[in-house]
């Protein structure tokens, strides 16, 4: 059984995740949200209206998963709904982020799946993304359309929006986050600026999900093959 990490541990964490999401680019303005597990129905949340890359630990907010605060003297933010329905749905999560990384969020906005086997880390470390349902930011609707994958994914690109990862502890969550922003930047040149891809086969891709297995990770999906007999 996985231990928790503590509250320092937790804090610590999600200041260095928010600063490295700033310093990448994948958050603007005070956009994106961090939690982080710290037991089975208690979590640390990055506050509203506050700059992922200039948080300090007193701005953090502890709370329930019901969303009531614990500790701080800020509010979360209300895209916390999100984090609490992946942690309801899948209690094996320990982690959730959420930004607006360019090139992810435009295959966001055109609704294009990132599904095909173009790269073997991204589809072991990773898997396919898909595209949840337009839902108003802060609304119930956001939770209830990425209700649907947290048992089965490891993240999300919310339709017109940005991406949603998550993980077993903070940084799988964040470096998932960075795997889905290269994929869709390769997906994007290779597709749309070179206007080619060699995509693996089934047989390259049910190896790729051996190798997956192997580490632990049962979640992700199957990405879409090539045909080898075009």
């Not at 839902?135 to 089965?152: L, M, Q």
């Amino acid at each position: 059984m996985r231990k928790y990490l503590n509250d320092e541990q937790a804090k610590e964490a999600i200041i260095e995740i928010g600063k490295r999401m700033f310093a990448k680019g994948f958050v603007a303005a005070n956009d994106g949200n961090i939690s982080v597990k710290v037991s089975d129905n208690t979590l640390w949340s990055t506050p509203t209206l506050v700059s992922k890359g200039y948080m300090t630990e007193d701005m953090l907010v502890k709370v329930d998963l019901d969303g009531n605060i614990l500790e701080g003297s800020l509010k979360p933010s209300s895209e916390l709904k999100m984090h609490l329905r992946v942690y309801k749905e899948n209690p094996d999560v320990y982690a959730v982020t959420h930004a607006h990384p360019p090139v992810a969020t435009a295959f966001a906005i055109a609704g294009i799946a990132l599904d095909q086997a173009i790269l073997p880390e991204a589809v072991v470390n990773l898997g396919v993304v898909p595209v949840t349902k337009y839902a108003s930011p802060g609304t119930k609707e956001v939770p209830d359309s990425i209700a649907p994958f947290c048992k089965t994914h490891n993240g999300v690109l919310l339709q017109n929006h940005g991406a949603l990862t998550w993980g077993r502890d903070p940084f799988e969550a964040y470096y998932r986050l960075e795997s889905l922003e290269f994929y869709a930047t390769v997906s994007m040149y290779t597709r749309n600026i070179l206007g080619k891809q060699i995509i693996l086969n089934d047989e390259q891709i049910n190896t790729l999900i051996s190798i997956r297995e192997s580490l632990g990770i049962y979640t992700g999906g199957i990405p879409v093959g090539s045909n080898p007999n075009q």
